[in-house]
């Protein structure tokens, strides 16, 4: 869950709406709320809401770059990742821009680049355009001249006055920013190699797509998809195209997406032990201790690069993946080939990766599933054919076996 700071200058409707947001199964939340006014309604929102708030105000003559020096140290106290303006009414400088490249957004009431800058709704208006709009894009030194992440357009009725056209194109910003902030935190919209990139899971994974994509950068279990009697296949959060790591860069090459996509007749459970193990995405790298490759889960060790050993809670997870599973009757998993805890046979070691099956693949291989990786899945998808056979009734009980050394 990507913690955000919003900052704000005013009235907080937008604020309200992502809070809104983030109260549902959402991919951020809000860290804190900075307004460089005093007093606004924003403030008390936030407040109300519980969200740590407070009002940073740049008094005259103190030079730009130690206000922003400063705000940059109250947001990373908070641990803010990713900065969301909102009505906030200040040209940001080199300071804060550089201390989040490429991860502060903003809203803009016109469809940039028509009408930037102040009264967008009024300019629209006097100009007597026939569409209008709002606008969500990444903040740069200009004047809402940053990269466009996405927009919503819409006809204006005959005669709308300028207030009426304003509240319309607020309604819009109240849905499109929370849903744009969503997918950015989601890595489904990034700004890449100078670039904005959007990812676009196969239209045919639309429904599991939707049911994992929020709670698995949520970092909660995904509701379990109904039982409709086709083979249910497991496959790795990370070849779902859900990424482990902010920078998203790990993000899988869609060919397995694709693949599984066009395979109407399978049933896809996505799963992550990470995820269920409560690290959180994006989750810091994890890697075994131990290097010998016979002992390596007799004595498991694994750690996260700040050191927290997560075996206990990594294992667990992996135990109640393999139950689900088998609760689940599925046949085959695709599971990533290198991953510490889903590792089909290269996982991760200080550093090194040794050749050995990750707990996930020993527990499921224990539990007669058989696990291929993104390397063989055409191998996977032909032994799936060969020896396919619809899962059997619903799914069983929930056993609730924890532990996942096999
Ligand atoms: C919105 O119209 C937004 O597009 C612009 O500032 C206004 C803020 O309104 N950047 P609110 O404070 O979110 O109600």
Redo the contacts with the bound molecule.
Sequence with gaps: MTPIGVL?S??????AALIARSRRNCPFRIACVISDQPGVA?LELATGAGIPAFCHEKTPGRKKSDFEAELVTRLREHGVEVVAL??YMRILGRTLLEAFPGRVL????SLLPAFPGLHAQEQAHAAGVRVAG?TVHLVDAGMDTGPILDQVAFRIPDGLSADDLSLRI?EH?HRLYPETLARFCRHELSWTDGQVRVFSPPASLGSVWEAFADSHWAGVEPVEPSDDGRTTVAVSACLCGFPCRWDGRDRQEPALLQALGARKELKILAICPEVLAGLGVPRPRIQFENEDPDTLFDAPAIRNEQGVDVTEVLLRAVGRITDRCARFHVRAAFLKENSPSCGTHRIPCRGERIVAPGPLALRLGAAGIRTFSEENFTQGLEWLDANMTSSPGSPGPDTGTDGGKS
């Design positions: 704000v005013g009235r907080g409707s937008n604020l924003a909102a009505g903003n809203i803009h009431p709002c607020l910003e």
